[in-house]
């Protein structure tokens, strides 16, 4: 009985430390937009793309899979384009969501 116990306790520690991990992967994953599009995503990448401070998760994710299937993106596209090819559905949404909550 007690080593159920200790066994559904540690399985529900895990559970709730690994949230956080989902933020994480976010914030790693967005250290490399970093440069142009400012750590707050303030900035306008290279003066020509559109300000993603304030963008909710789902327009980010739309447009992280656009750039990734090739249909989005105005002068940044090709840029983008690489810098999405090696993210799957699960990092685009991570990423997104930590844009949304900056």
Known sequence: MMKKLVGTVFSAAVLCMAAPVVQADGAALYAKCVQCHGEQ???????????????????????????????????????????????DDAAMQSVAEYIAGL
């Open 41 to 87: 995503a303030e900035k306008a990448a290279m003066g020509k793309s559109e300000v993603i401070k304030g963008w909710p998760a789902d327009k980010t994710v739309a447009a992280l899979k656009g750039y990734k299937d090739g249909s989005y993106g105005g002068a940044m596209k090709g840029l983008m384009t690489a810098q999405v090819s090696t993210l």
